[in-house]
């Protein structure tokens, strides 16, 4: 018997991209950026409102690192993170020099518990190491507890780095997730609802914010007639061609959360 192989979660193109890809192509923006970068964020934006503001990078992983950096997150401080998620979600705090503090799910959503991530924030406080962010993950696109998250988090006056890598689309009481905490993470890997190949985005509430994640995801460069770097930078940004998909992509997005929805009533 012949069994072909299911995929488990292959892309799928909306038909424009080569589109967007081709105009980059045929205007010589192969360079990392240009407007298909501007585009993507200004596209992204608009479709989840609530007037956050858009940076487009290489990965998610490198928007949750540069999450933490904005949340001053440094060696020896520690970080909560959800248990049940991707390594990416935990990785970057071990790159900040910091330490994962790891807290286990409930079971209505599967994402953090807010009892037990009270019960580890006060832990870590008992020992003198109050936690430096909290990165809550909507694990499968479905939604944490954000209000309840969001109240133990304001208790204790310890941001949100929220990681919507699996959840773009997904709303929690009208409002689109990566909007939810302190600083939203989305991915574009080739296994999410839309895809650039490899990319992701960081979501900020200010201007000043995302203008200062572009500076780090672009090598730190000052502004200066030579080359001049004040800060530790990364190579980090999303390239033109790239972003050319994600426009493509953005165009059937809505057509694509219909048909995992349709899924899920089909499953059910």
Same mark, same amino acid.
């Given at each position: 018997?012949?069994?072909?192989?299911?995929?488990?979660?292959?892309?799928?193109?909306?038909?424009?991209?080569?589109?967007?890809?081709?105009?980059?192509?045929?205007?010589?923006?192969?360079?990392?950026?240009?407007?298909?970068?501007?585009?993507?964020?200004?596209?992204?934006?608009?479709?989840?409102?609530?007037?956050?503001?858009?940076?487009?990078?290489?990965?998610?992983?490198?928007?949750?690192?540069?999450?933490?950096?904005?949340?001053?997150?440094?060696?020896?401080?520690?970080?909560?993170?959800?248990?049940?998620?991707?390594? =990416?979600?935990? *990785?970057?705090?071990? &790159? $900040?020099?910091?330490?994962?503090?790891?807290?286990?799910?409930? #079971?209505?959503?599967?994402?953090?518990?807010?009892?037990?991530?009270?019960?580890?924030?006060?832990?870590?406080?008992?020992?003198?190491?109050?936690?430096?962010?909290?990165?809550?993950?909507?694990?499968?696109?479905?939604?944490?507890?954000?209000?309840?998250?969001?109240?133990?988090?304001?208790?204790?006056?310890?941001?949100?780095?929220?990681?919507?890598?699996?959840?773009?689309?997904?709303?929690?009481?009208?409002?689109?997730?990566?909007?939810?905490?302190?600083?939203?993470?989305?991915?574009?890997?080739?296994?999410?609802?839309?895809?650039?190949?490899?990319?992701?985005?960081?979501?900020?509430?200010?201007?000043?914010?995302?203008?200062?994640?572009?500076?780090?995801?672009?090598? =730190?460069?000052? *502004?200066?007639?030579? &080359? $001049?770097?004040?800060?530790?930078?990364?190579?980090?940004?999303? #390239?033109?061609?790239?972003?050319?998909?994600?426009?493509?992509?953005?165009?059937?997005?809505?057509?694509?959360?219909?048909?995992?929805?349709?899924?899920?009533?089909?499953?059910?």
């Amino acid at each position: 018997m012949n069994h072909s192989k299911i995929w488990l979660s292959s892309p799928h193109m909306g038909g424009s991209e080569q589109g967007y890809v081709q105009e980059a192509f045929d205007t010589n923006w192969v360079a990392p950026l240009g407007p298909n970068v501007t585009g993507f964020e200004n596209d992204i934006s608009q479709f989840i409102a609530g007037g956050s503001h858009v940076a487009a990078l290489s990965s998610g992983t490198a928007a949750i690192h540069l999450g933490l950096i904005l949340l001053d997150v440094g060696a020896g401080d520690e970080v909560i993170c959800q248990s049940f998620t991707f390594s =990416a979600s935990c *990785n970057p705090i071990v &790159y $900040q020099g910091a330490t994962p503090v790891f807290v286990d799910s409930e #079971s209505d959503t599967w994402n953090i518990c807010p009892e037990n991530l009270e019960k580890a924030i006060k832990d870590r406080i008992s020992n003198g190491k109050k936690p430096k962010a909290i990165i809550a993950v909507h694990l499968y696109g479905m939604p944490f507890k954000a209000d309840e998250i969001r109240a133990v988090a304001d208790r204790y006056a310890i941001p949100i780095l929220e990681d919507s890598a699996e959840a773009l689309g997904s709303t929690y009481k009208g409002k689109h997730c990566g909007t939810l905490g302190d600083i939203g993470v989305l991915s574009f890997n080739g296994n999410k609802i839309i895809t650039t190949s490899g990319g992701g985005a960081i979501v900020a509430k200010t201007k000043e914010l995302k203008d200062k994640a572009v500076f780090l995801a672009t090598q =730190a460069r000052d *502004n200066a007639r030579h &080359y $001049q770097h004040s800060e530790i930078g990364y190579n980090y940004r999303l #390239s033109n061609i790239c972003a050319g998909i994600g426009r493509g992509q953005m165009e059937v997005l809505d057509k694509h959360i219909a048909l995992r929805r349709g899924m899920n009533g089909f499953y059910k």
